[in-house]
């Protein structure tokens, strides 16, 4: 929400407005206290951002590929490929199991980089 900022520009102002309501100060304290209402303003959202800033799971790729299943297909190049779903992934064995012949159902078990760590089921 790119106008988020706005909300606290908006306080401050209502709360000088009241301030001049009341008080009927002169330009200089006016513009102190929307200044330090405004000040306020930032201070107390930056402190509630830290508390609940959540991971990012978008667009990464461990957002939903461990435990997933696919097909290690035979790549023409040095490298291993899995198909998942209607994408192709760069995909290695772990070391204690050799690559097997032809086409063979994996099951993701994590994410290395872009690269994929399967097992055969």
Do not use: K, Q
């Not at 009241?18 to 330009?27: C, D, E, K, V």
């Not at 209607?86 to 772990?94: C, I």
């Amino acid at each position: 929400m790119p106008g988020v900022f706005l909300l606290w520009v908006g306080l401050a102002a209502i709360g000088t407005g009241l301030t001049i309501l009341l008080a009927a100060p002169g330009f200089a304290v006016v513009v102190v206290v929307f200044l330090l209402l405004l000040g306020a303003g930032i201070w107390t959202a930056l402190r509630l951002r830290g508390r609940h800033r959540p991971t990012p799971r978008v667009n990464t790729p461990r957002s939903g590929l461990v435990g997933r299943s696919g097909t290690l297909l035979p790549a023409p190049g040095p490298g291993l490929r899995v198909r998942i779903g209607d994408s192709e992934w760069p995909a290695r064995l772990p070391r204690d199991i050799r690559v097997p012949e032809g086409p063979i159902a994996v099951r993701v078990e994590a994410v290395d980089g872009t690269t994929l760590v399967v097992r055969p089921e």
